[in-house]
């Protein structure tokens, strides 16, 4: 099987609301790709499609060259984590899993396989109301890895998470990626994304605004920004800012420059005998390229100078 998740022109209208409006990408084998835009944007709209959940009003969505329908043993070819509470309360863990296998002609020794790839070896016989939010996530984890599938989607799959539970996720994207499977994830923690994508769809109001590497993304929000620290910050950006800089304060004694490079910043503090203790071409995040390419399609945002 070809190890992708594609959608074609992917379309859907509820009533006069457009959810998803003409979208293309492709979730390419060996490597995690991260789908992110603002709330309301499609991101899960998008996933049922895939999964077959919603029919789209046109286009395609297919998983290995086929829809999801089309797929003779589904969780043997797409694992997926949509909602961490779909799991009946007084059904217990491992009973869960059974049904799902059992499902999919899958061996019984395939769910104590999983329970123990995600720590819940020692929960099997909970039932699913006794599971806590992040057991309920490991579960529907263990649910996606049950039929061992070339291709993964998780929906927010670190939601719940404790800061270990969470390190463990990010190691095991990574892993899935590295044994050649397209691994699909819908997130709103970009710190988390940074440390485990490697490609990025973004989408906005249910249009594709951006399809790139992370790399690529960050380098070019960063473009020729310059970060500069110095104690004597007011002064630094009148100097730079008559000099046709472009300055904006971050912090206290932290100062971003756009249009002058570090080497010309260097000299004019140096002639005003101003110090500074770091001078160094500014990285931007992966939340600021975020915010960056997605400001003009947030649907719903706080007023300026609301608490954050």
Excluded: C
Excluded at 258 to 267: H, K, S, V
């Amino acid at each position: 099987m070809d190890a992708t998740i594609e959608a074609r022109d992917l379309r859907k209208r509820y009533g006069r609301t457009v959810a998803v409006d003409r979208l293309s990408f492709t979730v390419a084998a060996g490597q995690v790709t991260g789908f992110v835009g603002p709330n309301g944007a499609g991101k899960s709209t998008t996933m049922r499609m895939v999964l077959g959940l919603d029919a789209p009003d046109g286009g395609t969505a297919l998983v290995g060259g086929r829809p999801y329908a089309a797929l003779r043993t589904p969780l043997r070819e797409l694992g997926a984590l949509l909602d961490a509470g779909a799991i009946h309360p007084s059904r217990r863990a491992r009973d869960h899993l059974l049904w799902m296998a059992h499902s999919n002609g899958l061996p019984r020794s395939r769910v104590d396989t999983v329970l123990e790839m995600v720590g819940l070896g020692p929960a099997a016989g909970r039932r699913g109301g006794a599971l806590s939010l992040g057991m309920r996530q490991r579960l529907g984890i263990a649910g996606a890895l049950l039929g061992d599938p070339p291709v993964l989607m998780f929906d927010e799959p670190v939601n719940g998470l404790d800061p270990e539970g969470i390190h463990w996720m990010r190691g095991l994207l990574r892993r899935l990626a590295a044994e050649g499977r397209a691994v699909f994830v819908s997130s709103h923690l970009m710190g988390e994304l940074e440390g485990s994508a490697d490609h990025l769809i973004v989408i906005g109001r249910g249009r594709l605004i951006a399809d790139t590497s992370v790399r690529e993304l960050i380098a070019a929000v960063s473009g020729d920004q310059v970060m500069l620290r110095t104690v004597r910050r007011s002064e630094a950006m009148t100097v730079l800012a008559n000099a046709g800089a472009t300055v904006a304060a971050t912090d206290r004694e932290t100062v971003t420059v756009r249009g002058l490079p570090a080497d010309r910043i260097a000299a004019l503090l140096a002639e005003r005998e101003l110090p500074f203790t770091e001078l160094a071409p500014h990285r931007a995040s992966l939340e600021e390229a975020y915010m960056e390419l997605t400001r003009d399609s947030v649907e719903f945002s706080a007023p300026a100078g609301s608490p954050r």
